[in-house]
């Protein structure tokens, strides 16, 4: 059965800190890993990992994945106050004709100002 | 940027009514699942929709569910007789096409209440 396990569950921290949330995986048929915030609504995407060792940044956002070691993290730096949410690690891994993500429970995290 | 929408909100139904939650992908995607999120708990893969049929399916989609593309844009997911433990958030989402290296977009979601 595939597997998705984040840490840690739940975070608080100061506006402007640096904050690394953790995702390790198992799972049948890897294809990719995929980080999503969900605020009040919808996942709303953040990153695709496919290849080890090669960081993807968006602004103050960056994740990398280790494929041998099966995982990967998340870093905010500077965080903000908006930045409040739940981070969703999911990977991705094939079936029969169709690819579908298997979730984390997450991990809240919580900027004070 | 296009998204994903989902109708309604929020639905309140009687345990062993049916419901049919409604979403519209994003219109250049092939690829179209439904999730859902107990209160509390992980978002759970049901089923996923290629080609006017059923890709995958997972455990929890059981006789109870099923999914259709009546028309052009919208695909749905009816639940014939609903259960107290049918109460959850119902995500929508689709994606480009299988081997792009696309991500699946999700929709706000549908909160079902059953009383």
């Known amino acids: 059965e595939d597997k998705v396990v984040q840490s840690p569950l739940s975070l608080v921290v100061h506006e402007g800190d640096t904050v690394t949330l953790n995702c390790s995986y198992e799972?049948?048929?890897?294809?990719?890993l995929l980080w999503y915030k969900q605020e009040k609504k919808a996942p709303t995407f953040l990153f695709m990992l496919?290849?080890?060792?090669i960081e993807k940044k968006s602004g103050r956002l960056s994740s990398i994945l280790d494929k041998k070691e099966l995982f990967s993290i998340l870093n905010i730096t500077a965080t903000q106050t908006g930045d409040s949410a739940i981070y969703l690690c999911?990977?991705?891994?094939?079936?029969?004709?169709?690819?579908?993500?298997?979730f984390g429970k997450g991990t809240k995290l919580s900027v004070i100002p | 940027e296009p998204e994903v929408t989902q109708t309604p909100s929020h639905q309140v139904t009687q345990m062993g009514q049916e419901v049919i939650l409604r979403c519209v992908p994003i219109?250049?995607?092939?690829?179209f699942y439904w999730y859902r999120q107990i209160l509390g708990q992980k978002v759970e893969f049901l089923v996923s929709?290629?080609?006017?049929?059923?890709?995958?399916k997972s455990e929890i989609f059981d006789d109870q569910f099923s999914v259709e593309r009546p028309d052009g844009s919208n695909f749905t997911l009816k639940i014939r007789s609903t259960k107290l433990e049918d109460s959850a958030m119902y995500f929508c989402?689709?994606?480009?096409?299988?081997?792009?290296?696309?991500?699946?977009?999700f929709g706000d979601g549908t909160r079902l209440s059953i009383l």
């Open positions: 989402a689709s994606s480009e096409f299988l081997y792009s290296n696309q991500p699946q977009h």
């Open positions: 799972v049948t048929n890897f294809r990719s």
């Open positions: 496919t290849s080890s060792g």
């Open positions: 999911a990977v991705e891994g094939s079936g029969a004709g169709s690819y579908q993500l298997t």
């Open positions: 219109s250049n995607h092939l690829y």
């Open positions: 929709f290629y080609n006017n049929e059923i890709s995958e």
